[in-house]
């Protein structure tokens, strides 16, 4: 196991509602990166954080938000949700930051879907 | 935009063969490269990686080869095995100072016993 962990593990919501997706990173690892991974697709990169504070974005709308908190858990939220949004959310820890950055470690991913 | 592909979405082969996963990229600027292995209802698990300095890096039973010139990466895996059954991703991160990998759509590697 990679030490990631996220809840819930799957989630129903309907559209318009908000949602908070959460994750618990590797002890010492301060870059968290958040991604959506739509059925049959590649994960795509939402934004990364370090130490807190936002560190790069994707391409992905304002109502896409999230927080790093220091005991290495992070969130995402996600406002006015649409039926787009139906997707498996991973979260990866890493150590360093930037170029530097360590090897990824995901977790399982919490699955969404919006009705 | 630039991305990255894979050519083959569905991979079978027999216990014990040598597998080779095909992935293309289109941004020169990319200067890192991996590899990752999902599993059913799993998050992506690091496979290998490789630095745009190299052509070539071995780990155990696999082997990642980096063509820059066509802007291709390879997977091998050797004598493969039905636990290596998954779908197989290739992600490139663009360099300058970040490390925000892009990943491809994946191949299915189906391993029959």
Known sequence: ETGV??????????????????????????????????????????????????????????????????????????????????????CASSSGQGASADTQYFGPGTRLTVL | GESVGLHLPTLSVQEGDNSIINCAYSNSASDYFIWYKQESGKGPQFIIDIRSNMDKRQGQRVTVLLNKTVKHLSLQIAATQPGDSAVYFCAENMGGGSYIPTFGRGTSLIVHP
Request: with cysteine.
């Open chain 1, 5 to 90: 962990t996220q809840s819930p593990t799957h989630l129903i919501k309907t559209r318009g509602q908000q949602v908070t997706l959460r994750c618990s990173s590797q002890s010492g690892h301060n870059t968290v990166s958040w991604y959506q991974q739509a059925l049959g697709q590649g994960p795509q990169f939402i934004f990364q954080y370090y130490r807190e504070e936002e560190n790069g974005r994707g391409n992905f709308p304002p109502r896409f938000s999230g927080l790093q908190f220091p005991n290495y858990s992070s969130e995402l939220n996600v406002n006015a949700l649409e039926l787009d949004d139906s997707a498996l959310y991973l």
